[in-house]
């Protein structure tokens, strides 16, 4: 397997990264003044996010990871590891702090409009759980790099396509909370900083050796399956029209087609 040389992955993996947190800091300023296409497309730009996910952790993350380590114990362990450990930082997260560690994207409509009530949740608190989901997804965006510009790619697309609704689910509750247009925005640009900190790690990781690096392909897999399982798939339950319904079982579908193709493309 032909793998970039740790400078090129970093650089790459650094570039998309930082066009990830711009295209979904754009797209919150841009869309949460469009209620009206939120409310109606939402769900579907989520069904598609988890396509994407499922799509680029199951059919090539683990598949690169089975290929660069092999198909035995130690990568379904590291696999089920972290799928455990997410869930176990997420609800000892929201035990001590009350908050859930991400925001849900289907909170954004309900809580723009909003700007009343009891405000239970904490700023810092929700920009904290957001920021360590970002860390994770910088991890997972160098550890694709690693293989080529193709699966790289593939990833930052998975990433920027579940960071955007839960972006706009942040900005909103900042907005709920009371705190200012800017502050809000600037709060949810903040939240994706941690990503960078993820490339720099992987990098350091790829220094003192490459074949160590391989080791965040099951990990990343791992939390690519989370976030669709765990955090976006259960925000789809809750629409019952059956038009609607079918139409984000389509998206998902799409999704999954969507890396299929891509990664058909030829590329490193």
Not at 26 to 45: E, F, I, P
Request: hydrophobic share 55%.
């Amino acid at each position: 397997m032909h793998t970039l040389s740790n400078t090129s992955m970093f650089w790459q993996s650094l570039a998309a990264m930082c066009a990830v947190q711009v295209v979904a800091v754009v797209c919150v300023q841009w869309l949460h003044a469009r209620t009206g296409l939120l409310k109606r497309y939402l769900g579907h730009a989520v069904a598609l996010a988890v396509g994407v996910l499922l799509g680029t952790g199951l059919l090539h993350l683990l598949p690169e990871a089975i290929e660069e380590l092999g198909n035995h114990t130690g990568l379904w362990l590291a696999f089920c590891g972290t799928f455990v450990f997410l869930f176990a930082v997420e609800r000892i997260f929201s035990a001590l702090t009350g908050n859930a560690a991400e925001t849900a994207a289907t909170e954004t409509l309900s809580t723009v409009h909003h700007h009343h009530g009891h405000h239970t949740s904490r700023p810092m608190n929700l920009v904290f759980g957001g920021m360590l989901h970002s860390f994770v997804d910088g991890v997972s965006a160098a550890a694709a790099f690693t293989l080529g510009p193709r699966i790289g790619l593939l990833t930052a697309l998975a990433i920027v396509l579940h960071e955007i609704p839960h972006r706009l689910g942040d900005f909103a509750l900042f907005m709920h909370l009371g705190l200012s247009e800017k502050k809000a925005l600037r709060l949810a640009a903040f939240v994706g900083a941690p990503s960078l900190l993820g490339v720099l790690l992987v990098a350091g990781i790829g220094s003192a050796g490459m074949a160590a690096s391989a080791w965040l392909l099951p990990v990343s897999a791992a939390s690519f399956v989370y976030v669709a399982a765990a955090n976006l798939m259960p925000e789809l339950q809750h629409e019952c029209k059956l038009m609607r319904v079918a139409g984000q079982i389509g998206a998902l579908v799409v999704g999954v087609l969507l890396v299929v193709l891509l990664g058909k493309l030829p590329g490193a």
